[in-house]
Each structure stands twice: as C-alpha cells, then as structure tokens.
C-alpha cells in the first residue's frame, strides 16, 4: 500500500522566518510528487516534482525531490501570515495514465505564521 | 475562485433525502475526480472518471452514485446518507496524460442531520 507521510503535522512561526516542510513517500511504481497549500477550501496546486534534485520555484516557494532517499522538501522563505494553511503532499504512481491518476496525500502540516 | 466551479457551496440534508452535488469545468480535462475530505484529514479518493467513463471506485457504498454526462460535468447523487457522511466533498479534474496535475474546486460542505 502506498504511504505518504509528512512533518511537522504542526508548526508555529513568526513572519520573516524561513520553513522547511517534509514529506516521504513508499509508493511501488513512483511517477511525480505534488505539493498543495489547503485554507479554507480548494487544495491550490503548488509544485509537481518528477526528477530528482530539480528545484522548482515559485517566488518565495520552493521544492525539490530525492528519488534516492524517498522524500521531498517545501521550503517557504520570509514567511507572510497568508502563507498559512495546510500545505499537502501528495505521491502519484504509474499505471493509471488512461485512466486519471490516482494521488495518496500525506495528513498535511499546518502552518502558522503570526505577525 | 477556481476554474472548476461546484455547487451548491453548503448543503443540510436529511438521511432520507435525495440531493445532488454538481462539479463544472471548461478547461478540456477529460479526467474527473469526487473526493471526500473529513475535517483535519487529507482527501480521500472516492471516484474517478476517464473519458466520461468510471475508471476507479474506490469501494464506495451504494448511496454515492457519481455520473459524468459530458466532458465538462460531473455530479454526484446522494441518497439516504449518515451522519457520518457529513464532509467536505471536493471535485477535481486534469488532463488525461502522464505529469498532470489535478485542480480543485473549492468544495461542498455536506451535512447530514
């Protein structure tokens, strides 16, 4: 069964401060790695990861994946109080390419940034 | 607002109603998703839809009927429900093809009394 699991489940900061989000992953047949950021409604797509060592960036958000050791990392830098929310990750695996795909999501962190 | 538009955004319903759940998209995704989001727990898959057909049933009980009668709509029927059914039901949708991601809609939060 594929697992997905990320830490902390919980984090407190002050703005300004840089965070470093993770996720693990055991999935048979591995494809991409998504991260979401969850407020009150839609999961917002943040980053699809499918090759080791790439960052991908977005402003003040970034990722990278390591296909070696199983895991991801969500970095946020100068936090702002609207960076907070749940961010998600989840695994995708190969062998659903006719037929959508099928993501396992981790339990999500949830961040808080306080002013 | 997302491009993938639910409704309605809230819904009461009693346990032995009928309602439906509407998820619209006009992006060309022909891959349609229902999930099931408990509060403080991630989504969890419910179905999914390829091509206007069901491709996966994640062993949903009977009083969940999805439908997809095009490519751009999907509903939902619900039909003597629990209390326990009570959630956040999100709709997704993507392209049909390797490294897609899947977009949300912002959900309907159902309550059954």
């Known amino acids: 069964e594929d697992k997905v699991v990320q830490s902390p489940l919980s984090l407190v900061v002050h703005e300004g401060d840089t965070v470093t989000l993770n996720c693990s992953y055991e999935v048979t047949n591995f494809r991409s790695l998504l991260w979401y950021k969850q407020e009150k409604k839609a999961p917002t797509f943040l980053f699809m990861l499918?090759?080791?060592?790439i960052e991908k960036k977005s402003g003040r958000l970034s990722s990278i994946l390591d296909k070696k050791e199983l895991f991801s990392i969500l970095n946020i830098t100068a936090t702002q109080t609207g960076d907070s929310a749940v961010y998600l990750c989840a695994v995708e695996a190969v062998g659903w390419e006719t037929s959508g795909s099928r993501l396992t999501f981790g339990e999500g962190t949830q961040l808080t940034v306080n002013p | 607002d997302t491009e993938v538009t639910q409704t309605p955004k809230h819904l009461v319903m009693g346990m032995t109603n009928k309602k439906s759940l509407k998820c619209e998209q006009h992006m060309g995704h022909r891959a349609m998703y229902w999930y099931k989001q408990k509060a403080k727990k991630p989504p969890e898959l419910m179905f999914v839809?390829?091509?206007?057909?069901?491709?996966i049933n994640e062993s949903v009980p009977s009083r969940f009927s999805p439908e997809c009668p095009n490519s751009s709509l999907l509903n939902l029927h619900l039909h003597a429900l629990q209390p326990e059914d009570s959630a956040l039901y999100l709709c997704a949708s993507s392209r049909n093809r390797v490294n897609q991601p899947q977009h949300f809609g912002d959900g309907t939060r159902l309550s059954i009394l």
């Open positions: 839809y390829s091509y206007e057909k069901l491709s």
């Open positions: 499918t090759s080791s060592g």
